[in-house]
């Protein structure tokens, strides 16, 4: 039964339009994706040379024992911002005399095929054939490897039930990220040290491979626990829609309705966002784009590298600017031919769209500000690049979005789903995160730090002032191309 489950999946895809169209584009991504895998592959046959590099005289084992609970913690972060549910269409199965219980088989096998689980297997074990067999025996190795791969398979069974109970509770989400950035910083002020339970758990697996068992039972539990949730729902509450908080939210926004035409198009594409899988899970990213300044800002290395952090700068202070703008028309793809024959007019549906790109970049901003912990350098390099997100990376990708003519299926979830990319996208990025960088560099070099973040900035400012004309701008590119771009949209996958 499994194997007619996998012909089904497997004749859905290939027989899709959009995989046919896409052939050339899936094998770009796949090649990226093959070089991404292959840098993953060379950091683990050099992980215990790194590791002793970065903590001098200890142990490559000891200091991996220490870390590796932040791998799964962040790894198990990024599963629930990027890895969709292993969802299938049941309906067409459920009047057959198909067990349920088969039906979340098939869902729990399908969900070990995530990116994610394949990971240890380039990252660990490398370091366990080398590093782990010449220090200890190879079969406590393989029990040290084996622990670390059910460790991955519990976070992955364990995101099933916990991506199908909080996903549409922000508050939930809020509460994970918070949790997990205090107990980042109880181990940091060693108040409360989880690298010393994780160190503790793998001394214990050397000397007694019995502690296998452990995630091994866990992962079980979440199996069971998964299969007995399926059972129950049957994923039906997909397909019966239900008010979620998301859309409370979006009602207590009416007061938007207050600004004229551009506030009713702000309200409806807001409610866009948070009803749909595809749109919302650019607002889960959102914690990822304020954050990923502390990969580089707490180094040494990075403080004088200063052309590097405008790169940074420009995606702290505008992550969901670049994210939510690249597919700024193809957002409504699936209604856009009623966009085009209502009576809405195109200089207010652009200016709508300037706004939701505008107004959230500049709230989300101020949660950037605390980076100014780290000297006040990077203070006036991201306040820069927040003036440059706002007055010409804005403009730029309302100009762009004319260029997007593929469609987008807003309820499925991002995660290896390439509706709506295209060439351009890709291009596109060079301009947004790339030009900023290119622009402060030679200026900071002949001129100093202040005349190039006066650069940066002052290039934002000018962009604000004439605002209005690049919106224009905007416009006109979409008269010109706006049936193209229906026709594009009304190719369905």
Do not use: C
């Not at 370091?127 to 025996?137: H, I, K, N, Q, V």
């Not at 509706?419 to 351009?424: H, I, R, S, T």
């Amino acid at each position: 039964m499994i194997k007619w489950f996998i012909q089904h999946q497997w004749k859905q895809e290939i027989r899709s339009s959009i995989w046919q169209k896409n052939v050339a584009l899936n094998i770009i991504i796949g090649f990226f994706m093959l070089i991404m895998l292959l840098y993953v592959l060379m950091l683990g046959l050099f992980l215990d040379k790194v590791l002793e590099e970065v903590v001098k005289n200890v142990n490559a084992d000891i200091t991996l024992s220490k870390i590796i609970i932040y791998y799964f913690i962040i790894g198990f972060m990024m599963r629930f911002f990027l890895q969709s549910l292993p969802a299938m269409e049941i309906i067409p199965y459920l009047h057959l005399r198909i067990k349920r219980r088969t039906i979340g088989w098939f869902m729990i096998f399908k969900s070990l095929t995530s990116f994610f689980n394949f990971v240890p297997f380039l990252l660990f074990l490398p370091f366990a054939l080398g590093y782990m067999t010449e220090e200890f025996s190879g079969f406590q190795a393989f029990i040290w490897f084996l622990s670390v791969f059910l460790f991955e398979l519990t976070a992955n069974f364990k995101l099933i039930y916990f991506k199908r109970k909080f996903t549409l509770n922000p508050k939930i989400i809020l509460l994970l990220i918070s949790a997990i950035a205090l107990l980042g910083i109880l181990d940091r002020y060693d108040l409360f040290s989880v690298s010393d339970i994780s160190l503790w758990y793998f001394t214990q697996l050397q000397s007694n491979w019995l502690w296998v068992l452990l995630p091994l039972f866990s992962a079980l539990s979440f199996v069971f626990w998964n299969l007995s949730l399926i059972h129950k729902n049957s994923y039906l509450d997909d397909l019966s829609p239900k008010k979620t908080e998301g859309e409370n939210i979006s009602a207590k926004l009416n007061l938007l309705q207050n600004f004229g035409k551009t506030g009713e198009l702000v309200l409806g594409e807001i409610k866009l966002i948070l009803r749909n899988k595809r749109s919302k899970s650019v607002v889960f990213l959102i914690p990822f784009f304020l954050l990923y300044g502390l990969f580089f800002y707490p180094q040494d290395a990075y403080k004088d590298m200063l052309g590097f952090l405008v790169f940074v700068g420009i995606f702290v202070t505008g992550g969901f600017l670049i994210a939510y703008g690249q597919y700024l028309l193809a957002w409504e793809s699936s209604h856009f031919d009623l966009i085009l024959s209502s009576n809405i007019g195109i200089q207010d549906y652009f200016k709508a769209k300037y706004f939701l790109l505008v107004i959230p970049t500049l709230i989300l901003y101020f949660f950037t500000i605390p980076y100014l912990y780290f000297g006040m350098k990077i203070f006036w390099v991201n306040f820069a690049s927040l003036f440059y997100n706002l007055g010409v990376n804005a403009p730029l990708l309302l100009y762009m979005a004319s260029f997007n003519k593929k469609r987008m299926d807003l309820s499925k979830g991002a995660m290896m789903n390439y509706q709506g990319v295209g060439a351009n996208n890709f291009v596109l990025v060079i301009p947004l995160l790339a030009v900023p960088a290119l622009i402060y560099w030679p200026v900071s070099a002949f001129f100093g730090f202040v005349p190039a973040v006066l650069t940066l900035g002052g290039l934002g400012v000018i962009g604000l002032l004439f605002n209005q004309s690049l919106i224009k701008l905007a416009v006109n590119n979409f008269r010109k191309k706006r049936y193209a771009i229906a026709e594009g949209y009304r190719q369905k996958g």
